[in-house]
């Protein structure tokens, strides 16, 4: 029988991952026997095992990626916004060979650093879709050997895979004061990197239409936390002069202000608007549709995976880089014109 040169094709003789083939060369537990017992039995009948493993562990690859998704808000993996990029990051592993596995705290019993975990299961690189990015185990991970990729963050030792915020706020910015608002508040998310870049964006906007707005209509909340806003909606539009339109951090903070304004009687747009920022499919099946950016996040996720597969393979032509990709301009009925009849 001819013997299979590459774990790659042993994996397709036993219509299995590359990666769950790694893990029955290697003794992985988190397998079923019965895969387990069959990979070994096809290695052993084209003489894979003696060979073919001992350039795996030569190499050192596992061909599995570390996947970090840690968020303080209850809506997780559900998150349409994360679960788009995520999918779209599996679908590209998957089509260069990669499984995904997401980094615990434990294994098991025991309990561990991301950085023990991903040292445990022997990752080939790790991708960090969502975490507190300066959290000491988070920085110990991307300031460890493993090639990291990251979205939403720059870090000098990662490559970073981001939406145009600057551009995508402008846009945003641009349009509404276009549609006459002067009275523009924003609720921004966290202290972050994104956050400051939207910041700096929003107030370069204001700045360049001679536009002044008070201290309290900058408001800080939780990103993707349509309870937050809600009741940052509420103090914003019981000030003496409430703005007449409310940016939020993103597009689920808008329905949280958009429910406050209706529980206060307002009608959107005529009595407030509202804009958000994602382009999630949920805040366009609403009447009216949300004006917001739309960001590629399947291509976020495909960048990502492409960039960190690039980094893990090819490390010495692979630079460190912040790529930014485009945004988009999602025009929705919920931000009024006062131009329309003047």
Known sequence: MKK???????SLKCG???????????????????????VLKAARETGYLPEANARVLKMRKTYNIGVLFSTLTNHGLRNEYFAHILASFKEKAAKRGYDITFIEHNIGNRKMTYLDHCRCRNFDGVFIACAEFNEPEVLELVNSDYPVVTIDHAFNEAIS?????VDGMRQLAQYIINQGHTKIAYIHGTRSFVTHNRLVSFNNVLRENGILIPEEYYVEGIYRSAES???????????PAPPTCIIASDDYAALGVMNTARRLGLKIPDDISVAGYDGISVAQALEPKLTTIK???DRIGAEAARQLINLIESPMTTSLDNIYLKVQLVKGGSVKNFKVNQ
């Open 295 to 297: 960001q590629d996040t």
């Open 161 to 165: 895979v981001l939406s145009d915020n």
């Open 16 to 38: 299995v991952s590359v990666s769950t083939v790694s893990k029955a060369l290697n003794g992985y537990q988190d397998i079923s026997e019965t895969t387990r017992q069959m």
């Open 229 to 239: 806003a809600e009741e940052l909606a509420l103090g914003l539009l019981q000030l």
């Open 4 to 10: 299979v040169a590459t774990i790659k094709e042993l």
